[in-house]
């Protein structure tokens, strides 16, 4: 229960509404925890029905996929786009395939991009796309013919002022190329209608490396302001064989951290001592996941087939960066009796909520993921920016460009945290800066 009987309302609304969509409930109730005292003090917020409006995306495409496999046999797919909202910009956020995909994940989705892009600073509204087709285990050729049919309904819908897709899970390089290529076809035009290019064709550098990346030098501001410390020595959890915890690891070795534990889907390997992150990232890299292969060649190695084991393992930091729903509360109790004392989401709402409000009360300060995680998207704007002027900017410049950017993201959210009187919430603090500039060029715009 809320202070607010407006956020109550919305709030009942909301689970009304959509009872199904278990995913997105949850976002929109992890934004208005953060939303009681503001929602008192600003009576504007209600008198625009702001939040109802907010929570409702502009728009959502859904279409149909048919596609032939390499046995001449017809598959059909759902494909989706959730353009959220474009108060503060043109839609933006990436597309996922993999068999989860269903509206409520593509809505939660795409209302934390929302926010997430205000936070960057830069003016891109919030979408989601995608998928319930797993392109792994599938030939190039079929991958190809499903992009393609895709595009063939999605290009209609998007364009470099309008909606500008990138990757997420099960969609990386490859899958990007094919989706633009067909698009430069249908549209007889070449336009950055994509982030997440190839550097051939238009793509950033550091693109690949951004959220990863991003994540450790937001994190490093975290152990900075709190504990007047640095990364050098910590022991740190990590989940996911993806590009997010496949860079994330990298940059904190590089920083000096020690990383004691790593997850796939197939489980999780732990090491008090270290782990050989070389050989996991070669390993991920090549097949897309590495536990299998880690155990066969270190059979000393503890491990786990349960990929949520790995939260059992004492550490300083948790970096969970697989998918939604990943610590629960027994896993948040988990980490709380290993020592953890810091949770810095690499994810999209890999922590559930009752798990989120046990970090909050137990001294664990919790970073969400639209905060520490939006180093992707940032340089997805700073594609944009290369496109538009015809620009290629060097590693060093981007590089630069992303520490400042998540530098600014932490101030903002410890700054709004400290105003609010929770210096240690920067979910809150997130969540109320993402807000403010979506909800001014909201108020500005009309009823719209
Ligand atoms: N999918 C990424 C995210 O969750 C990146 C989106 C983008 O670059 O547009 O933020």
């Not at 956020?7 to 009942?12: D, K, M, W």
């Not at 030939?139 to 190809?144: A, G, N, R």
């Amino acid at each position: 229960m809320y202070k607010s009987d407006y956020l109550n309302r919305v709030l009942e609304q909301t689970k009304n509404t959509y009872p199904e969509q278990k995913e997105f409930v949850q976002a929109v109730e992890e934004f208005l925890d953060s939303m009681d005292f503001l929602v008192s003090k600003d009576p504007k917020i209600e008198g625009n029905a702001i939040l109802e409006r907010l929570i409702v995306p502009e728009r959502i495409i859904q279409f149909r996929v048919p596609w032939v496999d390499d046995n001449n046999k017809i598959r059909v797919n759902t494909g989706y786009r959730v353009q959220f909202n474009s108060a503060i910009g043109p839609y933006k956020g990436g597309i996922r395939f993999d068999k989860s995909v269903n509206l409520s994940i593509l809505k939660f989705l795409a209302f934390e991009q929302t926010f997430k892009n205000s936070l960057t600073g830069l003016p891109m509204g919030g979408a989601k796309g995608g998928s319930d087709f797993d392109p792994r285990g599938k030939s190039d050729k079929e991958v190809m013919r499903f992009c393609q049919s895709f595009m063939a309904e999605l290009y209609r819908h998007i364009g470099p002022h309008t909606d500008i897709p990138a990757g997420d899970l099960g969609v990386g390089a490859r899958e990007i190329g094919y989706m633009f290529g067909y698009y430069k076809k249908l549209k007889n035009e070449w336009s950055g209608v994509f982030t997440g290019k190839g550097l051939s064709y238009g793509g950033s550098l550091y693109r690949p490396e951004a959220t990863g990346f991003g994540l450790l030098y937001f994190t490093e501001e975290m152990l900075k302001t709190y504990f007047k410390s640095d990364i050098k020595g910590k022991r740190v959890l990590i989940s996911g064989s993806g590009k997010v915890g496949s860079m994330a690891a990298l940059k904190a070795k590089e920083l000096g951290a020690i990383i004691v534990g790593m997850s796939d889907i197939n489980g999780c390997v732990v090491d008090p001592n270290g782990l050989e992150v070389e050989e996991i990232l070669n390993l991920a890299k090549a097949k897309g996941e590495f536990v299998n292969e880690y155990i066969k060649k270190y059979p000393d190695v503890k491990y786990s087939k349960v990929a949520r084991d790995l939260w059992k393992t004492p550490c300083d930091i948790a970096l969970p960066c697989a998918t939604q729903g990943e610590i629960n509360l027994d896993n948040a109790k988990e980490l709380k009796e290993g020592g953890c004392y810091l949770l810095v989401e690499g994810a999209n709402m890999p922590c559930d909520l009752e798990a989120i409000r046990f970090f909050n009360e137990n001294d664990i300060i919790f970073s969400s993921g639209k905060a520490s995680n939006a180093g992707g998207v940032a340089v997805s704007g700073l594609e944009m920016a290369q496109n538009a002027t015809f620009s290629s900017w060097s590693k060093e410049e981007v590089d630069e460009k992303l520490r400042k950017i998540m530098k600014n993201i932490f101030n903002e959210c410890y700054q709004t945290a400290c105003q609010y009187g929770q210096p240690k919430n920067l979910a809150l603090g997130a969540n109320i800066a993402g807000f403010l500039k979506v909800y001014e060029a909201m108020l500005a715009q009309g009823i719209v």
